[in-house]
C-alpha cells in the first residue's frame, strides 16, 4: 500500500526522460493505479535535462537511458553529476543483468524492465520514502547539534559498553579536555585522581546493568589544573528488542553549589559550635546565679528569720499591733526564703549535679504535677552515667517537654522512661493529651522543638516528636554516651 504522507499530503514531481507516447501513457496508469498523487514532466531529450531541473525542481527522475548516445553508465553518471541530491529509475525496455549491475554502482536508485511497469509505483514510493527519512534524520542530526552547541550542559553520547563516541563544546569548555582526547574511556583523564576509582567502578557498573548514571565527582582540568565539581547523569538508548544501543548523558558545573553546600555547612557548625558556647555559659551562668541565691540571699534571709524569732520572744507579752506585725514579718519572710529557694532550683536544680538526672526527672515531674494536676508513672534507669552536659540537655529537653505538655496537650497522664539502648541513653516522654498535629510540628514559630533537637543535636544526637490525634504525643530524645 502507499505511503499516506506522500500519496495524500504532498504531490510528488515527476521528471520523465522518455520520447514514447505510449509509454509516457502507461507509466501514468501505473503510478495513478499506485495510488501516488503526483505531477508529470515528460522530456525527450537529454540536452534540456538542466533546464527541466531547474524550472520543475523534480522529486524524482524516471529516465529511457536508450534516448541518449551515451553508454547506460554514462548516462546514469551525467544525472548524478546534474542532480546529485534527486533519486532516480532507470526505465528501459533494454534488459541485461551486466548494464543493471552498472547503473546501480553508478549511483541509479533502481532499474525497472518496462514490461515490469507494476513495479513503478512500489519503487517510486519506496525511494521517496527512504529520502524522506534521510532527510528527517539529517534535520535531526542538525538540530541535535545545533543544541549541542549552544547547550549550557556538556553533552556525551557513548557505546553500549560505555566508550565515549562524541562530545559537545560545552563539555570540552568545562573539562578542559579536547573532543579527540574524551573519545574511548579518555573521558577519564579529566576525573579528579580522588574520583577516578569511584566514577570508573559506578559507570562500569551502569553499562553493566544498563542502567541510568548519576553522580557528583570533581574535574581536573588538564589545561590549568583548575578543579570544579559536576553533576554527572547518561540514560540507556534502547532499540527494538531491549538492546541497548548506547548512552546519552550530561555532565553539569555545580561548582558554585558544591562550594555555596561547603560555606552552608561551615556555617552551620559554626552556629552550631557557637550554640554549643551559649548554652555551656548559659547553665554556667545560671549554677552560679542560682548559687549565689541559694548562700548568700538565702542565709541572709535564714538569718533575718532567725532574729525575728528572737525579737518575737523578747516581746511575746508586748502590744498586740506590734506582735501582729512581728508575725506579719515572718511569714513575708518564711515566703521570701521559698520564693528564693525555688528561683534558684529552677534556675540550676541542685539534686541534678548532687543526685543525677534521674533523681532530678522525678523530682521536676512530680513538682510540675502537684501545680497542672497530671500523674506521672516513671522507669527510670538510675546506674545510668552521664557526663555534666549531657545529663543537662537531656534534663532541659524534658523541661521544654513537660512545658508544652502543660500548654497544649490537654494530659493527664504521663509517662517517663530513661533507658540505655546499647551505646546510647535514650530518654521517652509520653502523654495521653490531643496529640500534636503536623502543621504544628513544621511551623517556624515551634521554636521549644527546635531547641530540643538543636541541644540533642550537640551531642550527635536526634529528638523525635510523634503525635496521635486523640491519643497524645511522645517526644524521643538519642544521645550516644560517647
Same mark, same amino acid.
Given at each position: 500500500?502507499?505511503?499516506?504522507?506522500?500519496?495524500?499530503?504532498?504531490?510528488?514531481?515527476?521528471?520523465?526522460?522518455?520520447?514514447?507516447?505510449?509509454?509516457?501513457d502507461?507509466?501514468?496508469r501505473?503510478?495513478?493505479?499506485?495510488?501516488?498523487?503526483?505531477?508529470?514532466?515528460?522530456?525527450?531529450?537529454?540536452?534540456?535535462?538542466?533546464?527541466?531541473?531547474?524550472?520543475?525542481?523534480?522529486?524524482?527522475?524516471?529516465?529511457?537511458?536508450?534516448?541518449?548516445?551515451?553508454?547506460?553508465?554514462?548516462?546514469?553518471?551525467?544525472?548524478?553529476?546534474?542532480?546529485?541530491?534527486?533519486?532516480?529509475?532507470?526505465?528501459?525496455?533494454?534488459?541485461?543483468?551486466?548494464?543493471?549491475?552498472?547503473?546501480?554502482?553508478?549511483?541509479?536508485?533502481d532499474y525497472?524492465?518496462?514490461?515490469?511497469?507494476?513495479?513503478?509505483?512500489?519503487?517510486?514510493?519506496?525511494?521517496?520514502?527512504?529520502?524522506?527519512?534521510?532527510?528527517?534524520?539529517?534535520?535531526?542530526?542538525?538540530?541535535?547539534?545545533?543544541?549541542?552547541k549552544?547547550?549550557?550542559?556538556?553533552?556525551?553520547?557513548?557505546?553500549?559498553?560505555?566508550?565515549?563516541?562524541?562530545?559537545?563544546?560545552?563539555?570540552?569548555?568545562?573539562?578542559?579536555?579536547?573532543?579527540?582526547a574524551?573519545?574511548?574511556?579518555?573521558?577519564?583523564?579529566?576525573?579528579?585522581?580522588?574520583?577516578?576509582?569511584?566514577?570508573?567502578?559506578?559507570?562500569?557498573?551502569?553499562?553493566?546493568?544498563?542502567?541510568?548514571?548519576?553522580?557528583?565527582?570533581?574535574?581536573q582540568?588538564?589545561?590549568?589544573?583548575?578543579?570544579?565539581?559536576?553533576?554527572?547523569?547518561?540514560?540507556?538508548?534502547?532499540?527494538?528488542?531491549?538492546?541497548?544501543?548506547?548512552?546519552?548523558?550530561?555532565?553539569t558545573?555545580?561548582?558554585?553549589?558544591?562550594?555555596?553546600?561547603?560555606?552552608i555547612?561551615?556555617?552551620?557548625?559554626?552556629?552550631?559550635?557557637?550554640?554549643?558556647?551559649?548554652?555551656?555559659?548559659?547553665?554556667?551562668?545560671?549554677?552560679?546565679?542560682?548559687?549565689?541565691?541559694?548562700?548568700?540571699?538565702?542565709?541572709?534571709?535564714? *538569718?533575718?528569720?532567725?532574729? !525575728?524569732?528572737? =525579737?518575737?520572744?523578747?516581746v @511575746?507579752? +508586748?502590744?498586740?499591733?506590734?506582735?501582729? %506585725?512581728?508575725?506579719?514579718?515572718?511569714?513575708?519572710?518564711?515566703?521570701?526564703?521559698?520564693?528564693?529557694?525555688?528561683?534558684?532550683?529552677?534556675?540550676?536544680?541542685?539534686?541534678?549535679?548532687?543526685?543525677?538526672?534521674?533523681?532530678?526527672?522525678?523530682?521536676?515531674?512530680?513538682?510540675?504535677?502537684?501545680?497542672?494536676?497530671?500523674?506521672?508513672?516513671?522507669?527510670?534507669?538510675?546506674?545510668?552515667?552521664?557526663?555534666?552536659?549531657?545529663?543537662?540537655?537531656?534534663?532541659?529537653?524534658?523541661?521544654?517537654?513537660?512545658?508544652?505538655?502543660?500548654?497544649?496537650?490537654?494530659?493527664?497522664?504521663?509517662?517517663?522512661?530513661?533507658?540505655?539502648?546499647?551505646?546510647?541513653?535514650?530518654?521517652?516522654?509520653?502523654?495521653? *493529651?490531643?496529640?500534636?498535629? !503536623?502543621?504544628e =510540628?513544621?511551623?517556624?514559630? @515551634?521554636? +521549644?522543638?527546635?531547641?530540643?533537637?538543636? %541541644?540533642?543535636?550537640?551531642?550527635?544526637?536526634?529528638?523525635?516528636?510523634?503525635?496521635?490525634?486523640?491519643?497524645?504525643?511522645?517526644?524521643?530524645?538519642?544521645?550516644?554516651?560517647?
Open positions: 500500500m502507499p505511503n499516506t504522507h506522500i500519496s495524500m499530503n504532498k504531490e510528488t514531481r515527476i521528471l520523465l526522460i522518455e520520447d514514447k507516447q505510449h509509454d509516457i502507461l507509466f501514468k501505473e503510478v495513478q493505479k499506485f495510488g501516488i498523487q503526483f505531477t508529470l514532466n515528460s522530456i525527450s531529450s537529454f540536452v534540456v535535462i538542466p533546464d527541466a531541473l531547474h524550472d520543475y525542481r523534480p522529486d524524482i527522475i524516471v529516465c529511457d537511458y536508450v534516448l541518449s548516445n551515451l553508454q547506460p553508465v554514462d548516462a546514469v553518471t551525467v544525472l548524478k553529476n546534474l542532480a546529485d541530491d534527486i533519486p532516480f529509475i532507470i526505465y528501459s525496455s533494454v534488459l541485461d543483468e551486466a548494464i543493471v549491475v552498472q547503473c546501480m554502482k553508478a549511483g541509479a536508485s525497472i524492465f518496462k514490461e515490469h511497469s507494476g513495479r513503478l509505483g512500489p519503487a517510486i514510493h519506496n525511494i521517496l520514502e527512504k529520502r524522506r527519512v534521510r532527510e528527517e534524520l539529517k534535520q535531526s542530526q542538525e538540530r541535535f547539534n545545533t543544541l549541542a549552544v547547550s549550557t550542559v556538556g553533552i556525551f553520547l557513548a557505546t553500549a559498553d560505555g566508550r565515549y563516541l562524541y562530545v559537545n563544546e560545552r563539555w570540552s569548555s568545562i573539562t578542559g579536555l579536547s573532543p579527540d574524551a573519545i574511548g574511556d579518555g573521558f577519564l583523564q579529566a576525573v579528579h585522581s580522588h574520583d577516578r576509582k569511584r566514577i570508573t567502578t559506578e559507570w562500569n557498573r551502569c553499562v553493566r546493568d544498563q542502567a541510568p548514571f548519576r553522580s557528583e565527582y570533581r574535574i582540568r588538564p589545561s590549568d589544573s583548575s578543579e570544579l565539581w559536576v553533576l554527572g547523569e547518561a540514560l540507556p538508548e534502547f532499540i527494538k528488542g531491549g538492546q541497548v544501543a548506547g548512552f546519552v548523558g550530561t555532565i558545573d555545580i561548582t558554585y553549589l558544591m562550594n555555596s553546600e561547603i560555606e555547612d561551615s556555617s552551620r557548625k559554626q552556629l552550631r559550635a557557637l550554640t554549643v558556647r551559649l548554652q555551656s555559659v548559659r547553665e554556667e551562668e545560671r549554677k552560679f546565679i542560682s548559687r549565689e541565691i541559694h548562700d548568700d540571699l538565702g542565709q541572709a534571709l535564714t *538569718g533575718l528569720r532567725m532574729d !525575728l524569732v528572737w =525579737l518575737t520572744n523578747k @511575746s507579752n +508586748g502590744d498586740d499591733s506590734v506582735n501582729q %506585725r512581728l508575725k506579719s514579718m515572718m511569714q513575708l519572710t518564711d515566703t521570701t526564703i521559698y520564693k528564693v529557694r525555688k528561683i534558684a532550683t529552677d534556675l540550676r536544680p541542685g539534686i541534678l549535679d548532687d543526685i543525677g538526672l534521674a533523681a532530678a526527672i522525678e523530682w521536676h515531674a512530680r513538682d510540675v504535677g502537684e501545680r497542672a494536676e497530671i500523674i506521672f508513672s516513671f522507669e527510670l534507669n538510675e546506674e545510668i552515667q552521664l557526663n555534666e552536659q549531657t545529663a543537662t540537655a537531656f534534663f532541659r529537653i524534658f523541661q521544654e517537654s513537660l512545658t508544652n505538655v502543660i500548654r497544649h496537650a490537654e494530659a493527664s497522664h504521663v509517662h517517663v522512661t530513661l533507658k540505655k539502648e546499647g551505646n546510647t541513653v535514650v530518654m521517652s516522654i509520653e502523654d495521653d *493529651g490531643r496529640g500534636i498535629a !503536623l502543621n =510540628l513544621s511551623d517556624p514559630r @515551634s521554636v +521549644g522543638i527546635l531547641g530540643m533537637r538543636e %541541644r540533642a543535636a550537640v551531642f550527635g544526637g536526634e529528638v523525635s516528636v510523634i503525635g496521635v490525634p486523640n491519643k497524645g504525643t511522645t517526644v524521643r530524645a538519642r544521645i550516644p554516651l560517647t
